[in-house]
């Protein structure tokens, strides 16, 4: 950019929704800080000579609770569902003493296992949403 702002990355904001970008500053084209909340943030006054380039990371927050939420995308959380209890028919399979409780569990645990594949294979490829690493965005043009 031909700017006057010395550090960009630290007053300039932007965000995605839907096909439309949004670059917003909290600055004037001098340089000079926004004084009044009302006009905080604004759209930017640059002159962008070579498109703009972005890169952001989406790492998903760990669960550590019972309480928390996981990080992924909503479509996916009666996959995830699915593959806890697999795991704990799985677990119960082999604690149990009885042969047909063992053999009830493990069937169980197949027929999550058979969800869970089917939610990730089947349709893992449309719901990436959350996928951890870098993401880069390269739009037209804005002069």
């Known amino acids: ?7 960009p990355d630290s007053s300039c904001r932007w965000f995605v929704e839907g096909d439309s970008f949004c670059l917003i500053t ?10 009044t909340a009302r006009k905080e943030w604004k759209a930017i ?8 380039l972005l890169y ?13 939420v996981p990080d992924i995308d909503n479509s996916l959380h009666l996959a ?8 704990l028919y799985m677990d119960s399979a082999g604690k149990a003493l009885d042969p047909n409780a063992s053999a009830v569990a493990s069937n169980m645990s197949m027929q999550h296992r058979q969800r869970w594949d089917e ?6 490829v449309r719901k990436l949403d ?11 043009s804005l002069v």
């Open 56 to 68: 952001y990371y989406a790492e998903p927050s760990n669960v550590s609770s019972l309480g928390d």
């Open 26 to 35: 909290n600055v004037d084209s001098g340089g000079t800080a926004s004084t």
């Open 45 to 52: 006054q640059e002159a962008v000579t070579d498109g703009i």
């Open 1 to 7: 950019m031909a700017s006057n702002i010395t550090y």
């Open 119 to 124: 939610a990730v294979k089947r349709y893992g």
């Open 130 to 140: 959350k996928v951890g690493g870098t993401r880069a965005i390269n739009p037209f």
């Open 80 to 87: 995830l569902v699915d593959y806890v209890k697999r795991c």
